[in-house]
């Protein structure tokens, strides 16, 4: 099973920028697609951005298009979430997980255990 760990969190004014990085464990790692996930509190657990095993394909949420970008280096185990132009809406929680394709992802279908996430505050 896949293990995950995020972070770079932190807290910052709405406007900024900030890059999430997620460690997977396990040699398969380039076979699955990879999600970014999201829970505020009081919310449900939401799907926010996945990329596939190559990472030449993307989905977004649409409450995060032309803000944030996913990527991955496969040969570093490694997916990256890069925020801009944060809003207070996106405070959260925000995860990582694997998946068997992108598809999958968006409806959270997952393969790994959660990890602890990494919070992120956006204050305005």
């Known amino acids: 099973q896949v293990q995950l760990e995020e972070s770079g969190g932190g807290l910052l004014q709405a406007g900024g920028s900030l890059r999430l990085s997620c460690a997977a464990s396990?040699?398969?790692?380039?076979?699955?697609?990879m999600g970014w996930f999201r829970q505020a509190p009081g919310k449900e657990r939401e799907f926010v951005a996945a990329i596939n095993w190559s990472g030449r394909s993307t989905l977004y949420a649409e409450f995060v298009k032309g803000r944030f970008t996913i990527s991955r280096d496969n040969a570093k185990n490694t997916v990256y979430l890069q925020m801009n132009s944060l809003k207070p809406e996106d405070t959260a929680v925000y995860y990582c997980?694997?998946?068997?394709?992108?598809?999958?992802?968006?409806?959270?279908?997952?393969?790994?255990?959660w990890g602890l996430g990494t919070q992120v505050t956006v204050s305005s």
């Open positions: 396990g040699r398969t790692f380039s076979s699955y697609a």
């Open positions: 997980n694997a998946g068997e394709d992108r598809a999958a992802l968006t409806t959270m279908r997952v393969l790994g255990s």
